[in-house]
């Protein structure tokens, strides 16, 4: 018989305890108890956490639901899943260091070109679908979305929605996100371990498309983009270029 360690055996304890019967019904409530049990270090990164079955039991609810929750933190990054092994939290704290973001002055600037950014809306909005999913928000809690633009040489080259959980942000007005951009404004203010780049053709709309002199509906290289403090996804961009764009990458 595999012997569990006194820490796992002590979360279990805990989780019980705390649930005083209550039980969890959804993923989503599974996911932000799992979440918060990291976020406090109660399961510090590299810790080996219940098994599906374990976390289940404690928590009142199927073990389907606890694998939906666990599916959703595996794939933004905050825990690690593997066969025979077990569930761990990512081992982020060897990566705390400031996240190098690559700024879109210097890919405009590094192509010989002249940058010039605009600041399009900023206003609070109920988040999209995939907001809520990337900044582990529920449907109904407010965000900042931030829609700007960047031209090169007076030629749209992206126009990007940003969504900031502000909640877990510093205090930011319009004024911050004047004359830089949200992406700039954020790395001075928060230190951000890691990020996670998707890459995808979508159609172009609203403003979006208005500024990139497009149709609606246009297909369009499209990046979405998270950036992360430790465990805590703090921002979701999607950047939208214009067609023809071509994405360089060189190692």
Not at 4 to 10: D, H, K, P, T
Not at 73 to 89: F, H, M, N, P, Q
Not at 201 to 227: F, Q
């Amino acid at each position: 018989m595999a012997k569990i360690s006194g820490n796992l055996v002590r979360s279990l304890r805990a989780s019980g305890a705390a649930g005083g019967g209550r039980r969890m019904n959804t993923w989503q409530s599974v996911r932000a108890d799992v979440l918060e049990r990291i976020r406090t270090r109660e399961w510090p990164p590299g810790e080996l956490i219940p098994t599906e079955q374990e976390l289940a039991a404690s928590l009142g609810c199927a073990r389907a639901t606890v694998n939906r929750a666990l599916r959703e933190l595996a794939d933004s990054g905050i825990i690690e899943r593997r066969r025979k092994v077990g569930t761990r939290v990512a081992a982020t704290s060897a990566r705390r260091t400031v996240l190098d973001m690559p700024a879109m002055r210097t890919e405009i600037e590094g192509m010989g070109a002249r940058y010039a950014y605009a600041l399009v809306s900023f206003n609070a909005h109920l988040p999209s679908e995939a907001a809520a999913r990337a900044l582990q928000v529920s449907a109904d809690e407010d965000l900042l979305l931030v829609t700007v633009t960047y031209s090169a040489d007076g030629h749209p080259h992206c126009c990007e929605s940003i969504w900031l959980n502000t909640r877990l942000l510093p205090p930011v007005t319009r004024a911050d996100v004047e004359r830089q951009s949200p992406h700039e404004w954020l790395a001075s203010k928060v230190a951000l371990t890691h990020g996670r780049f998707s890459i995808l053709a979508d159609a172009a709309k609203g403003d979006c498309a208005r500024h990139l002199g497009i149709a609606e509906g246009t297909p369009v290289l499209t990046i979405e983009r998270i950036n992360w403090n430790d465990t805590t996804p703090v921002s979701f961009a999607r950047q939208f270029y214009p067609p023809q764009h071509r994405l360089v990458s060189e190692d």
